[in-house]
C-alpha cells in the first residue's frame, strides 16, 4: 500500500494551476497535501485533509472521483490521472487514529442539529470547534445517514462511521440523541425553548418516490432506501429486478448479489445507465445485467410487466401500447430516488418549501424561520456526500455569525433551585443515603 500511495504522489505535476483543486466540490488543496506527504510530514497533511473536510475518511471511499478531483488531473487527458482517492485515505485513515483532542472551551452557547447525515455531521463539527454545545438529533440509532443507511458496507464500512463517530463526537464532548424524530413528540419550538440559540435542519431524503404502477403494495416489493437500510431483513429469492439505474440501484443490484441473488438485473427508462461508470462498471463485472428503453406498466406476484418506451406528447417517458411484456422475477426493488418528509416541517410554524417539499432557503442557508437553518438534501434534494460537506460549511459559518450576533442566553428558571439528597450508588455499588 505504501509503496503504491507513493507511486501515486510521485505522478503528481505539483500543477501552479491546479485542475484537481478547481474540480473538488470542496477545493482541497491537493498539490500542498500530496507535497506534504512527499516530503513525509503525513500529520501536516492529514491535518489539512480534515480541517478542510472532516468528512475526509468517508469522501476518499465514496466521492465520484472520476468526475471530481481525478476526472480533472492533467495527466489524464492522455493518459491515468493520479488517483488522489489513494492517497487522500491513507493520509485521513492514519492520521484519524491519532486525533485524540477533547472538546474546545466552551463559548455558552447551544446549537442543534436535526440529522447525522453528512451535512449535519459537518456542522456539528465546526460548531463545535468554535466552542458551541452541539446536540445531534436523528431518527436512527446511529450516526451517518445516508452513508450508514443508504450505502452498503462493502462501499463504506460502518467501522469508519463508528471511528468518526468516536473521533468527532464523544472526544469533541457533542451529544448525539438517537432514535429521536423531531416534528412528532418534540418540535422546532421546543428545542428554542430549551435554549439553542440556532437549529440546523438536515433531515435528508428518506421518503421513497413511488413508481405509480399497480402492484406496489405486493409483499415481494422494496423501496431502495428500505432495502438498503437492512438487507438482511429481506428474503430475495434468486431472480431480482431493480426499477432504476442510478448508483443506489447500483448499491441495491449488488448487495442483491452477495445475499444470493442469481439473477440481477437492472431497467432503465432510456438508452442510458444514469449512475457513474465507476458504480456501473463495477455491477456490470459482477454480473448484473440491463434492460434499456422500458417502462414499468404493473407489478405482479410473478414479475413485472414492461413496455418498450418512447417519449409523449407530454414530453415525459411512456410505455408504447402493445409491447408489454412480462419479465418474471422473485423480488422487485424500486430504485427511483427518494423525496422529502413533511412531519418536521408541518409543526413547525414560518418554514417556507417548495411545491416538492424542499426547504426554501437564502444563500447562508438561512430559513424563512429566524434560527433556522437547512442544507444538504433537504434543500438540494439528492446530491454526493462532498457537496453536502461543501454546502454545510458555509451554514456553519453563517450559523456561527448568527448566533455571535445574538445576546448570551441567560437561564432565570429556578436559578436557586438546591441539588436533592437522595440515593446515590457509592463505588462499590451499594446505596448511601
Known amino acids: 500500500m505504501a509503496l503504491h500511495v507513493m507511486e501515486e504522489a510521485n505522478r503528481c505535476l505539483g500543477c501552479k494551476n491546479p485542475r484537481c483543486q478547481q474540480g473538488c466540490p470542496i477545493h482541497t488543496d491537493i498539490p500542498e497535501v500530496i507535497r506534504l506527504l512527499k516530503a513525509g510530514n503525513l500529520d501536516e497533511a492529514g491535518r489539512m485533509l480534515f480541517e478542510n473536510n472532516p468528512l475526509t475518511t468517508m469522501c476518499s471511499i465514496v466521492c465520484n472521483h472520476e468526475g471530481q478531483c481525478e476526472g480533472h488531473c492533467v495527466r489524464g487527458i492522455k493518459g491515468a490521472p493520479v488517483h488522489f482517492s489513494v492517497i487522500e485515505n491513507y493520509i485521513s485513515t492514519t492520521y484519524a487514529n491519532k486525533m485524540v483532542k477533547g472538546p474546545a472551551p466552551s463559548n455558552g452557547r447551544k446549537a442543534a442539529v436535526i440529522g447525522a447525515g453528512p451535512s449535519g455531521l459537518t456542522i456539528a463539527v465546526i460548531l463545535a470547534r468554535y466552542g458551541y454545545q452541539v446536540t445531534i438529533f436523528d431518527s436512527k440509532d446511529k450516526i451517518g445517514g445516508v452513508m450508514r443507511y443508504g450505502i452498503?458496507?462493502?462501499?463504506?464500512?460502518?467501522?469508519?462511521?463508528?471511528?468518526?463517530?468516536?473521533?468527532?463526537?464523544?472526544?469533541?464532548?457533542?451529544?448525539?440523541?438517537?432514535?429521536?424524530?423531531?416534528?412528532?413528540?418534540?418540535?422546532?419550538?421546543?428545542?428554542?425553548?430549551?435554549?439553542?440559540?440556532?437549529?440546523?435542519?438536515?433531515?435528508?431524503?428518506?421518503?421513497?418516490?413511488?413508481?405509480?404502477?399497480?402492484?406496489?403494495?405486493?409483499?415481494?416489493?422494496?423501496?431502495?432506501?428500505?432495502?438498503?437500510?437492512?438487507?438482511?431483513?429481506?428474503?430475495?429469492?434468486?431472480?431480482?429486478?431493480?426499477?432504476?439505474?442510478?448508483?443506489?440501484?447500483?448499491?441495491?443490484?449488488?448487495?442483491?448479489?452477495?445475499?444470493?441473488?442469481?439473477?440481477?438485473?437492472?431497467?432503465?427508462?432510456?438508452?442510458?445507465?444514469?449512475?457513474?461508470?465507476y458504480e456501473s462498471s463495477y455491477a456490470k463485472l459482477e454480473g448484473v445485467s440491463f434492460l434499456m428503453n422500458k417502462s414499468t406498466m404493473e407489478i405482479r406476484d410473478e414479475g413485472v410487466v414492461l413496455a418498450d418506451s418512447r417519449v409523449g406528447e407530454n414530453g415525459r417517458i411512456e410505455g408504447i401500447p402493445g409491447t408489454e411484456q412480462l419479465y418474471p422475477c422473485d423480488f422487485v426493488i424500486i430504485a427511483v430516488s427518494q423525496g422529502a418528509e413533511s412531519n418536521l416541517i408541518s409543526t413547525t410554524k414560518g418554514i417556507d418549501t417548495t411545491r416538492s417539499g424542499l426547504l426554501t432557503v437564502g444563500e447562508d442557508g438561512h430559513t424563512s424561520r429566524a434560527g433556522v437553518f437547512a442544507a444538504g438534501d433537504a434543500v438540494n434534494g439528492a446530491r454526493t456526500v462532498v457537496e453536502a460537506v461543501a454546502h454545510g460549511k458555509k451554514v456553519a459559518e453563517a450559523m456561527h455569525e448568527y448566533m455571535q450576533s445574538l445576546p448570551m442566553p441567560v437561564y432565570t428558571d429556578y436559578p436557586d433551585a438546591p441539588v436533592a439528597e437522595g440515593v446515590v450508588p457509592d463505588a462499590l455499588g451499594e446505596q448511601k443515603i
Open 152 to 277: 452498503p458496507d462493502f462501499r463504506l464500512p460502518d467501522s469508519v462511521l463508528d471511528d468518526f463517530a468516536y473521533r468527532h463526537l464523544e472526544l469533541k464532548g457533542i451529544q448525539f440523541r438517537p432514535n429521536t424524530y423531531i416534528g412528532t413528540a418534540l418540535t422546532i419550538d421546543d428545542l428554542f425553548n430549551d435554549g439553542y440559540q440556532s437549529i440546523f435542519v438536515g433531515a435528508g431524503l428518506w421518503k421513497p418516490n413511488r413508481l405509480h404502477v399497480r402492484g406496489e403494495s405486493l409483499g415481494h416489493v422494496s423501496y431502495a432506501i428500505n432495502y438498503l437500510a437492512n438487507p438482511d431483513a429481506f428474503r430475495l429469492g434468486e431472480r431480482v429486478m431493480v426499477i432504476g439505474t442510478g448508483n443506489s440501484a447500483m448499491d441495491c443490484a449488488r448487495t442483491a448479489i452477495r445475499k444470493g441473488a442469481r439473477y440481477v438485473t437492472c431497467v432503465s427508462l432510456n438508452d442510458s445507465i444514469t449512475a457513474s461508470d
